[in-house]
């Protein structure tokens, strides 16, 4: 596997409009998450299990203030 996913895999919210995004690529074993002002910066690697319960605790108010 690459470092990272063609350009392509990269998906970020319909609500991004000024450049300002997290971009996501879903692979098969692990997600990736990136700035899209630095795409060939750093990349955060989680594999599905810690995906799927980021997304539950942001569903759930976890990270709420």
Do not use: I
């Not at 609500?15 to 692979?27: K, S, T």
């Not at 630095?38 to 942001?58: H, I, N, T, Y």
């Amino acid at each position: 596997m690459p470092d990272t996913p063609d350009s392509s895999l990269w998906r970020r919210a319909r609500r991004c409009g000024d450049g300002a995004c997290v971009e996501v690529a879903v692979l098969d074993d692990e997600v990736l998450v990136r700035d899209s002002k630095d795409p060939q910066g750093p990349v955060l690697r989680f594999s599905r299990a810690e995906w799927l319960a980021f997304l539950a605790g942001v569903r759930e108010g976890e990270f709420d203030r």
